[in-house]
């Protein structure tokens, strides 16, 4: 079967039905509503749509063994830039929306983030240790600009002296570096830019409404230059799409001020695979099959492996490879591979009384 191209600016193809939850099919019930804004037998633009929504609580606690961090913010839900290999893809589904273009299309803002964070760092007993930002959801992605609910966010952990860690694909993070400068003077905060490739008609398909790469090794230049450690991000290293610049990316991003490198191969849990299929053979037909070859060898025989520790180290040669070159290629540029250590002893629950020193 022909898979229809994705919708202008957006990465998946479709809305996916996801299995898990039962969520019922959509199929047109043949209203005239169905064939409205139609030009030339394609669908209008798809539009993007921010609901509110209300969390009691704010930080996500996490226990996973291979996960470097125990608590994360995520001031959004869904994500505008697109990336049809995005493994938060399958959160909308709680939502009974699509891990698909609703994914990317119907977006959560969480306004509330900054009243309810003040409020669980001043809770008696809560033990500080770094928290992350764009675990999940890029804190940066499009609505920020309107929003600005990760800049709040930044304003109370400043004002609590609090450790960040954030990741994103935008050089919208540049807008805040007046808080995270200040923040890294105090061993407080560290970023890490996600950079997938080096062309610009390949980001576009990869993550269609991310920024693109000139912008963001723009972004670790500059963060680097106001004394914000930087790391920048191969993520994921897809085999016969991106894995070819694995080098040429390091030698960049080393240039640019980062001081250290980090890289994933491709995941695809539950929806995403199923999605990003159809995304390879719309964008990539002539090598479709080799990509998920590879991806299935390096997973076991399957589209994804979710076993802790195996889930971020891919097995079998052509992942020994692509591991090989990224290691030689960080050792080469100087680039370390361990995390950033911050400050956890600087931190002071909020207070609304001024202090007297």
Same mark, same amino acid.
């Given at each position: 079967?022909?898979?229809?191209?994705?919708?202008?600016?957006?990465?998946?193809?479709?809305?996916?039905?996801?299995?898990?939850?039962?969520?019922?099919?959509?199929?047109?019930?043949?209203?005239?509503?169905?064939?409205?804004?139609?030009?030339?037998?394609?669908?209008?633009?798809?539009?993007?749509?921010?609901?509110?929504?209300?969390?009691?609580?704010?930080?996500?606690?996490?226990?996973?063994?291979?996960?470097?961090?125990?608590?994360?913010?995520?001031?959004?839900?869904?994500?505008?830039?697109?990336?049809?290999?995005?493994?938060?893809?399958?959160?909308?589904?709680?939502?009974?929306?699509?891990?698909?273009?609703?994914?990317?299309?119907?977006?959560?803002?969480?306004?509330?983030?900054?009243?309810?964070?003040?409020?669980?760092?001043?809770?008696?007993?809560?033990?500080?240790?770094?928290?992350?930002?764009?675990?999940?959801?890029?804190?940066?992605? =499009?609505?920020? +600009? #309107? &929003?600005?609910?990760?800049?709040?966010?930044?304003?109370?952990?400043?004002?609590?002296? $609090?450790?960040? %860690?954030?990741?994103?694909?935008?050089?919208?993070?540049?807008?805040?570096?007046?808080?995270?400068?200040?923040?890294?003077?105090?061993?407080?905060?560290a970023v890490m830019i996600s950079v997938t490739t080096l062309d610009a008609r390949l980001a576009r398909i990869m993550e269609p409404r991310a920024a693109t790469p000139s912008r963001r090794l723009a972004a670790i230049r500059a963060l680097s230059q106001a004394g914000v450690p930087v790391f920048i991000s191969?993520?994921?290293?897809?085999?016969?799409?991106?894995?070819?610049?694995?080098?040429?990316?390091?030698?960049?991003?080393?240039?640019?001020?980062?001081?250290?490198?980090?890289?994933?191969?491709?995941?695809?849990?539950?929806?995403?695979? =199923?999605?990003? +299929? #159809? &995304?390879?053979?719309?964008?990539?037909?002539?090598?479709?099959?080799?990509?998920?070859? $590879?991806?299935? %060898?390096?997973?076991?025989?399957?589209?994804?492996?979710?076993?802790?520790?195996?889930?971020?180290?891919?097995?079998?040669?052509?992942?020994?490879?692509?591991?090989?070159?990224?290691?030689?290629?960080?050792?080469?540029?100087?680039?370390?591979?361990?995390?950033?250590?911050?400050?956890?002893?600087?931190?002071?629950?909020?207070?609304?009384?001024?202090?007297?020193?």
């Amino acid at each position: 079967m022909a898979i229809p191209p994705a919708p202008s600016g957006r990465g998946a193809t479709h809305n996916a039905v996801p299995a898990r939850f039962g969520l019922a099919a959509r199929t047109a019930d043949g209203d005239w509503l169905d064939d409205s804004g139609l030009v030339d037998g394609a669908p209008p633009p798809l539009r993007t749509t921010v609901t509110i929504e209300r969390p009691r609580t704010i930080i996500t606690r996490n226990q996973s063994p291979d996960v470097p961090f125990d608590r994360s913010i995520n001031a959004y839900r869904g994500c505008e830039h697109g990336c049809v290999y995005c493994f938060a893809r399958p959160t909308h589904a709680f939502h009974d929306l699509s891990p698909g273009l609703d994914f990317e299309s119907r977006l959560f803002a969480k306004p509330d983030a900054p009243a309810l964070l003040k409020a669980e760092l001043g809770k008696r007993g809560y033990q500080c240790q770094p928290i992350a930002l764009g675990t999940n959801t890029d804190p940066y992605q =499009p609505i920020e +600009r #309107d &929003w600005k609910i990760t800049r709040q966010i930044l304003e109370v952990l400043e004002d609590c002296q $609090h450790p960040v %860690t954030i990741t994103t694909k935008s050089d919208r993070v540049c807008r805040d570096l007046d808080l995270l400068a200040r923040m890294a003077t105090r061993s407080l905060a560290a970023v890490m830019i996600s950079v997938t490739t080096l062309d610009a008609r390949l980001a576009r398909i990869m993550e269609p409404r991310a920024a693109t790469p000139s912008r963001r090794l723009a972004a670790i230049r500059a963060l680097s230059q106001a004394g914000v450690p930087v790391f920048i991000s191969l993520s994921p290293m897809i085999p016969a799409i991106n894995d070819s610049e694995i080098e040429a990316i390091v030698a960049v991003g080393a240039e640019a001020g980062a001081t250290g490198a980090y890289s994933i191969p491709v995941r695809l849990p539950h929806e995403v695979a =199923p999605l990003f +299929r #159809d &995304w390879l053979a719309a964008h990539f037909p002539d090598r479709a099959a080799r990509v998920m070859h $590879h991806i299935t %060898t390096m997973r076991g025989g399957k589209d994804n492996d979710p076993r802790f520790f195996a889930r971020f180290q891919a097995q079998g040669p052509y992942a020994a490879l692509m591991r090989q070159r990224f290691h030689k290629a960080c050792a080469v540029h100087g680039l370390s591979r361990e995390r950033i250590a911050l400050d956890i002893a600087r931190f002071r629950p909020p207070s609304d009384q001024m202090s007297l020193f």
